[in-house]
C-alpha cells in the first residue's frame, strides 16, 4: 500500500496498524521515501530487532548520506524506539514511553502520542 506522508501524519495508528498485515510505502511529492513495515513477531529483544533491521532495510537518500529510520513498537512495554540509520550505522534512537510524544528524526511534523498508539 502507498500513502503520502501528511496522510501517514494525521492517522499514524491506522497505518501502524495496517503495517501488521502489510507495507505501507511513504510518499513525498510522488517519490517513494520510506518503507513502514512489521517485524518478525519471533523477534524477542531489541538487539535482535535492530539487527534484523540492519541486514534487510532499504535506504533512501536524505541529503548525500544514505539515511533511513524505524520505529520499533512494543505492545508489551507500551513504548516506541525510533532508529535514526546513516551510513549503515546507527546515529540515533531514542525509546518513547506512556505520556510523551513519539518524533520522527526525519520528518520533523510527524509526531504522535504514545498513548494514542495504544489505546
Known amino acids: 500500500m502507498k500513502v503520502n506522508s501528511t ?43 535492530v539487527n534484523q533491521i540492519h541486514e534487510n532495510a532499504p535506504t533512501y537518500s536524505y541529503g548525500k548520506k544514505a539515511t533511513y529510520e524505524y520505529w520499533i513498537v512494543n505492545p508489551d512495554n507500551k513504548e516506541v524506539t525510533v532508529y535514526l540509520f546513516a551510513e549503515q550505522n546507527i546515529q540515533e534512537f531514542t525509546t518513547f514511553k506512556q505520556n510523551e510524544i513519539v518524533q520522527s528524526y526525519l520528518f520533523e511534523k510527524l509526531q504522535i502520542a504514545v498513548q494514542r498508539i495504544f489505546r
Open 7 to 49: 496522510e501517514l501524519q494525521n492517522n499514524f495508528g491506522k497505518y501502524l496498524m495496517l503495517a501488521a498485515q502489510e507495507d505501507i510505502i511513504i510518499t513525498r511529492n510522488g517519490t517513494e521515501i520510506a518503507k513502514l513495515t512489521a517485524l518478525d513477531d519471533k523477534l524477542q529483544d531489541h538487539g535482535s530487532a
